[in-house]
């Protein structure tokens, strides 16, 4: 069984190209990482707040992972396309177990409300759980694209394209946002890889 991490966070504790090739990507992914503030999640959900707004957290470490070199004007873990992004992670020490579940709850919650908008608009589906251990554990959404939303929640039996991960290994936390169009088994795949790194 993997041990959960505690004490300070590296960028060996964020998810590589690799892991995507894994799940069938094959276009070369360029990895860029930054530690400090920023967005860290879907912006519709969490109302365009920094994680410092959220939680307190000024340092976490953010890595973008994308198909182009070229990257965003404010942020380098941003493809300047927002096509090329494969997925955009941010993750911190919390410095304890207890304050790490506690963030990793709230930033959850801050996801819930996409899983209910109206028809044609792009929504989030049902919630996935992975536990690996005891204190190393993710949720995550797949996401549907509004032609999909035909009853104002997420469509039965349908497979995701992406989505948003919430992770916590110990004393620390994290956000995936996959962009990468993957179903549920490869979500599930990336998703264990990234907490277990973490």
Known sequence: MPKPASGPMTN????????FRKVGL???IYVRD???DGNYANAVCTGEKTLGETLGSYGAHFRGLATSKDTGNDDPTTAANSENQVAREVADDAGSRALAQNFAERLLLE???????PATHWIY??????DVAADITASWMGVYDGDQNTKGTAPRGKEPCGGIAVLRNGS???????????DTAAMTRIVRAAVTRL
């Not at 996801?111 to 908008?117: F, L, M, R």
């Not at 620390?172 to 993957?182: D, F, I, P, Q, W």
């Open 111 to 117: 996801e819930v409300p996409c899983q209910s908008e």
């Open 26 to 28: 094959s276009k070369p």
């Open 12 to 19: 060996r504790h964020l998810l590589t190209a690799a892991e």
């Open 34 to 36: 930054r530690v400090g």
């Open 172 to 182: 620390h936390y994290g956000v995936l946002e996959v962009h990468a169009c993957l």
């Open 125 to 130: 589906g049902p919630t996935h759980t992975i």
